[in-house]
Every structure is written in structure tokens, then in C-alpha cells.
């Protein structure tokens, strides 16, 4: 798996809980449909409902209506035979939708208003869906018609319309804040209603939902920190605009300042809420960043670098050397024994023996001094800038591993070999260079140990070490 896959991964608990507001919502927009739907076929009814009701025309709630179950047929786990359902109710939507366009542009005479119920309350256009709310319909057919479509043309096309059902719902809703009537109605007996409003940012949401399952617009529910920034950002960046012309209005109409002024603030007050909004995002993703580079340069097991980690900064480390013509150091350790500790032992208490080395190294060098994980039970030290001499360095290690194995604080006893060479400055690759030469030094010096050891047959001594 790449990188990218891995970033681009959805946050599998928030789809969970997704999921669980995304039926919510359908059922209350059903609710909302079922309950004008009877006002309107029984008008014994009526005397119970709040006034203004009947701005949700029937052809409206019917689409409302046919949206909620269309989604709830198109659910991931549908069969063929649902999904067929499904994109017929989107079918029956766009229907009704082009002959109410057609109705508004054209007057077809269609009497598609009024097919089953009639209107007393709607003025000159009884029964009709307002434009807005045509329009609205139309993009929610469409996305219905398309909604099980993950990528390519129609993929676009559902995500498309997702976002335009979005962005007429902030249009209307602007229009009732900032009272622009025809941007949410033609008269005010045509018009699309606050609870047709109210329906449509349902159908917005749950549109919104299934396009960040399954569509371009996944971003939104991955585990990357390009989607934990969008996540953030985004209820920031849709409510700032309303709250700022909100406040505009409230101000000029109050009289504490006029209309130029209360503009100019406006945008100076925008301006520097979106220079903060940077900043933050600067500051998260530098922070992440640099979590992301501690995770990738750092050995899980010890907590000292890994490889990768040790050659990044023992190459900063050297050309800072370089710079200050400062005398550098390189060791490389061999832990002695851990095969045997794993056979006999476990792989615990192998895991153990490497982290307790590599507490040794890190408790018996300085936090100036560049310490890594090389290999499986290798470790290098990158020792710059003052210190003492690298035989002094390594007897006194030494001394705290032997005084560490007479505490018998583990089941086992720490041995390792060691060996040392002076970072050449001058060389082309002097990293490169010295980790060989100290490599080799520490292969033989264990070489000289197990010599002694075979002749002698003596116990193992803490550490052995050439200069």
C-alpha cells in the first residue's frame, strides 16, 4: 500500500457515524413530506397545522417524498431491484421538475400544478413549485440518477449536483436573511418556504454524505490532514460570510454606522479572519509534519532514530562539522548475544536486550550526540562538536553495562561490541566513510573476542572495543 492509498483512507468511525445522522435525516424530512402530503389530501386536518403550511405545494412534499425514498432504496447494501426503484423515484422527480420548468418558461398549460389536488392559496400560480424550488428538485433528481456512480462522468455529474443543491440552499437562505425575495420566490404566495428550504438543506446533507463515500468529494472523510483540515475549516468558511452581512445589516439598520462604513469593515473584518485562518492551517500542518517526520525517522521499538533518521540528521550533524571545522567522532555497537536470548528467551526478551542498548547509548552519550538504530541489533552514534576521547567514551560505557548486568535486573546479561572511527571532513562521503571503517573495526574486534574466548574459555567480557 502506498502513501497515498494510506492517506487518502476514510476515517472509517466518522462513516459510521455518518451513516447514523444520515438516517436521521431521512427520517425526518419523511416526516416532514408525509405531513404536508396529509394536510394537503385531508382537509379536516388543516385547522391543526401553523399558518404558511401550504407554501409547500403538493408536488413539492410528493418530491420530498420521492427524494427520501429513492436515498433510502439506493443505500449501499441495495439490491438490483432496489436501486432500479431508486432511479425511478429520481425519474418521477425530473418529471415533475421539466414540466414545472417548462410551465414557467414556456406555459404549456400541462395543469401539472394541480393534477390531484387543488390550490386556493396560490395566487396567480396555484399548485406550482416555485423556480427556485424547481431548480432545487432538479438537482436532486439528477444526483438520485446518478448517486451509485463512484467515479467518471456520472460520478461528476452526482457530485456536481450535490454541490449545486448545497449552493441553492445558501442562496435561498440568503434571501430570507437578508430579505432578497426573488432569490427565493416569485411572489409571496410562490415562493420556496422556509420548511421546503428546511427539506431541501435535508436532501443537501444526505447528498453531501453519500458523494464523501463514494465520490471525488471523499476528501472530506479521509484520515489524511489535508481531510482533518478540511473538517475544520469548512464550518468556519460556510457560516463566516452569513454572520458577517448579518452583522453588516444589524449595524447600519441600528444607525451606528452608515452603509460604506459598516461595507469597509466588513471586509477589513474578512480580510483578517482568513490571514488567521491561514496561519492556523500553517502552524496545524507544520505541526503534523513534523509528527509525520518524527513517526518515519523514528525506530518504534527503541525511541532512538532509525536508519533512515540517523543518516538525516549525522548528515546535518557533519556538515555543521564541516562548517565549524569541529572534530567528529562515529561508533558503531553489535549487540553480542541476541540470538541466543531469542531462542532461549523469546522474542520479548530479545526486543528487551535491544531497547535496554539502546537506553545505555542514549544515558551514556549527550543529547548533542546523533544516536540510531542501523540495523537489527546495530547501532551508530554520531559524537561531534568537543568531547573526550573515544577509548574514554567506551571504557566508561563499559563500566555502567557491567554495573547494569551485577544488578541482574533482567533475565539476561547485555554484551556488545564496539567500533570507532574519526569522521574524515575531507572525504567526498565522509559519513558514509567512517560508518564503514568503524563497522569493520567492530567486526573485528568481535572476531578478536571469540578468538579469546575459544583459547581462554573464559565468560564473555561486557564489551569489547577497537579504536
Known amino acids: 500500500m502506498s502513501f497515498a492509498t494510506l492517506s487518502n483512507r476514510p476515517d472509517f468511525e466518522l462513516l459510521r457515524r455518518l451513516q447514523r445522522v444520515e438516517r436521521g435525516v431521512l427520517v425526518v424530512a419523511a416526516a416532514l413530506g408525509l405531513a404536508v402530503l396529509a394536510l394537503w389530501l385531508i382537509p379536516a386536518l388543516r385547522s391543526l397545522a401553523p399558518d404558511g403550511w401550504w407554501l409547500m405545494k403538493f408536488n413539492t412534499a410528493l ?13 449501499p447494501r441495495a439490491t438490483p431491484n432496489q436501486i432500479r426503484l431508486g432511479r425511478l423515484a429520481a425519474v418521477a422527480i425530473l418529471g415533475l421538475t421539466v414540466a414545472t420548468l417548462a410551465e414557467w ?47 467518471g462522468v456520472c460520478g461528476v455529474v452526482a457530485d456536481a449536483a450535490a454541490i449545486l443543491l448545497t ?12 430579505d432578497a425575495t426573488h432569490l427565493f420566490g416569485t411572489d409571496e404566495l410562490t415562493r420556496t418556504s422556509p420548511h421546503t ?32 483540515i478540511a473538517r475544520t475549516i469548512m464550518p468556519f468558511a460556510l457560516a463566516t460570510p452569513f454572520a458577517l452581512a448579518l452583522l453588516h445589516r444589524l449595524v447600519v439598520d441600528l444607525g451606528w454606522l452608515d452603509a460604506s462604513y459598516a461595507a469597509a469593515l466588513r471586509a477589513a473584518t474578512l480580510a483578517l479572519l482568513v490571514l488567521i485562518v491561514v496561519i492556523w492551517m500553517a502552524q496545524r500542518i507544520n505541526t503534523l509534519e513534523a509528527e509525520l517526520r518524527m513517526i518515519s525517522l523514528t525506530d518504534e521499538l527503541t525511541g532512538v532514530n532509525n536508519r533512515r533518521g540517523f543518516t538525516f540528521l549525522a548528515e546535518q550533524a557533519v556538515r555543521t562539522a564541516q562548517r565549524e571545522e569541529l572534530p567528529a567522532v562515529l561508533f558503531f555497537f553489535d549487540i553480542d548475544g541476541l540470538k541466543q536470548v531469542n531462542d532461549e528467551l523469546g522474542h520479548e526478551a530479545g526486543s528487551q536486550l535491544i531497547s535496554t542498548v539502546a537506553g545505555l547509548l542514549v544515558d551514556n552519550f549527550r543529547g548533542s550526540d546523533v544516536i540510531g538504530r542501523v540495523g537489527g541489533d546495530e547501532f551508530c552514534v554520531l559524537a561531534a562538536r568537543h568531547q573526550p576521547a573515544p577509548e574514554a567514551t567506551l571504557r566508561r560505557l563499559q563500566d555502567e553495562v557491567a554495573a547494569f548486568n551485577r544488578r541482574r535486573a533482567l533475565p539476561f546479561e547485555v554484551h556488545f561490541s564496539a567500533g570507532h572511527a574519526a569522521v574524515d571532513l575531507t572525504r567526498p562521503d565522509p559519513l558514509k566513510t567512517a560508518m564503514h571503517n568503524a563497522d569493520l573495526k567492530m567486526y573485528r574486534a568481535k572476531q578478536q573476542r571469540k578468538r579469546r574466548r575459544v583459547a581462554t574459555a573464559a565468560p564473555l567480557p561486557t564489551a569489547s572495543a577497537e579504536g
Do not use: E
Open 63 to 75: 418530491s420530498l417524498l420521492l427524494a427520501v425514498a429513492s436515498y433510502a432504496l439506493q443505500r
Open 105 to 151: 418558461n414556456v406555459d404549456l398549460g400541462l395543469g401539472v400544478d394541480r393534477w390531484l389536488v387543488d390550490d386556493p392559496w396560490g395566487g396567480a400560480y396555484p399548485g406550482r413549485m416555485s423556480l427556485q424550488t424547481s431548480l432545487g428538485y432538479l438537482f436532486a433528481g439528477i444526483g438520485l440518477l446518478c448517486l451509485r456512480q463512484d467515479k
Open 167 to 178: 449552493g441553492l440552499v445558501m442562496m435561498v437562505l440568503a434571501g430570507y436573511l437578508f
Open 197 to 228: 428550504l428546511f427539506g431541501f438543506a435535508c436532501l443537501a446533507l444526505v447528498a453531501g454524505i453519500r458523494r464523501a463515500r463514494q465520490g471525488y468529494s471523499d476528501v472530506l472523510v479521509g484520515i489524511g490532514i489535508g481531510s482533518r
